[in-house]
């Protein structure tokens, strides 16, 4: 909590040179984990408005995403997403592929490190010992900065653990890792939230933070709408974090973090959070947890409106 008001303290002093458009980015969730993805990332970048929003995407992999290539101000991050399967070889693919892209004429100004590499596998985290991540870091991330590409230290999740990854990885790192910045992934309240960002800034403080993945999860619709309302003003405002980006870019249906978070309803039209995101008004489209449930919600309100036409009718009579 004290925390929490240091940042509302800092953040009115930052709010005259706050360069809110430039923070706002998106996760682009992978195809496999999305069968409508052709359709549903066109909305993120062809939406009036999302343009002058949207300044940069990121999508867990090394390489641009089918249909944003080349899209002029919307910025690609490359990311070190974890090991291969089979673990690391001898091999520098990351560093390889990155190099390429430059070379080929890509724009890329920052990458990321590792994703959740605190995490078990079966959550999308990429599972890594932080003495391997240490020694992956130094032969394929460190190198990219000769070539004045800023480094994200690896994101790990919002838990102790996470906090605990961070201090080995550094540990082993024996200060030859040189991040230029710090991501971080956080589910919960607003508070927490805030809480555990301060944290860091004291933890690193002469690292700016970028939240790469956020949400308050499992809730209901006010309270994650609440909560998304509350974190961005505070990351706008707040000179410390310098890049944020919401989970998530899905629909309600094949969301793992509660149908309430997703900017996409399952039918694939922008929710308020998802509006909202994109710089739009509301839409007042209520996001549900799978076809099933809608067609119930549905159905209700057809035995409902058969129910008044029929007492209408009687009435009449
Ligand atoms: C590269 O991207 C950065 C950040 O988006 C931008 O500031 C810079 O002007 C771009 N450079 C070129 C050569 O396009
Ligand atoms: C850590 O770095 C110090 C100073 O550069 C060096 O003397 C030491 O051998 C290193 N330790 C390990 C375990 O590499
Ligand atoms: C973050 O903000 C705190 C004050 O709240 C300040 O001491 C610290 O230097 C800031 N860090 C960065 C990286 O701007
Ligand atoms: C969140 O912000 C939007 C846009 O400013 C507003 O319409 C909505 O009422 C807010 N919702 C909550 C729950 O605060």
């Given at each position: ?5 240091n940042?509302?303290a ?12 430039s923070?706002r980015?998106?996760?682009v969730?992978p195809?496999?984990d999305n069968?409508?993805?052709a359709?549903?990332?066109a909305?993120?970048?062809t939406?009036?408005g999302?343009?002058s ?7 867990y992999?090394?390489?641009?995403t ?6 002029a101000?919307?910025e690609?991050?490359?990311m070190?997403w974890?090991?291969?399967e089979?673990?690391f070889?001898?091999?520098?693919p990351f560093l390889?592929?990155v190099r390429h892209?430059?070379k080929?004429g890509?724009?890329i ?6 994703n959740?590499?605190?995490?078990p ?5 990429s599972n890594?010992p932080?003495?391997?991540a240490?020694k992956?870091?130094k032969r394929?991330?460190e190198?990219l900065k000769?070539?004045g590409?800023?480094?994200g230290a690896?994101?790990?999740?919002g ?7 961070l201090?080995?990885?550094?540990f082993y790192?024996?200060g030859?890792?040189n991040p230029?910045?710090l991501p971080?992934?956080?589910y ?5 939230m805030?809480?555990?960002?301060g944290?860091?800034?004291v933890?690193?403080p002469?690292l ?9 999860s ?5 309270t ?6 509350e974190s961005?003003r505070m990351f706008?405002?707040?000179s410390n ?5 919401y989970f998530g870019a899905f629909?309600s249906?094949?969301s ?6 997703a900017?996409?309803t399952?039918k ?6 998802g ?8 839409t007042?489209?209520?996001?549900h ?8 919600v549905k ?5 409902l409106g058969?129910?008044?036409a ?6 009449d009579?």
């Open positions: 909590m004290a925390f929490f008001r940042a509302a800092t953040a009115v002093i930052a709010l005259v040179t706050a360069t809110s458009s923070k980015g998106l996760c969730i195809p496999r069968p409508h993805h359709e549903d990332n909305i993120w970048t939406t009036s999302s343009r929003r949207l300044k940069w995407y990121y999508n992999k090394s390489t641009p089918e249909g944003y290539q080349d899209m101000g919307f690609f991050v490359p070190f974890g090991a291969p089979g673990g070889t001898g091999d520098t390889d592929s892209q430059v080929s890509s724009n100004t920052h990458v990321l490190g590792f959740e590499p605190d995490g596998f079966q959550y999308g985290a890594i932080a003495q391997v240490a992956e870091w394929q991330m190198p000769e070539q590409i800023k480094l690896p994101a790990v999740t838990t102790l653990d996470g906090a605990m990854w201090q080995d990885f550094f790192c024996n030859t890792c230029d910045f971080l992934h956080f919960g309240s607003f508070e927490a805030a809480s555990k960002i944290e860091m800034t933890a690193y002469k700016p933070i970028w939240v790469t993945e956020w949400g308050y499992h809730q209901d619709l006010p994650t709408q609440h909560a998304f309302n961005i706008d405002d707040w974090i310098t890049r944020y980006s629909r249906d094949t793992n973090v509660g149908p309430n978070s900017m996409l399952e694939g039209e922008l929710t308020d959070i509006s909202c995101y994109l710089g739009g008004s509301r007042n489209k209520i996001p947890s799978s076809w099933a449930e809608h067609l119930r159905e209700k309100t057809i035995r058969a129910l008044f029929l007492v209408g009718v009687l009435g009579w």
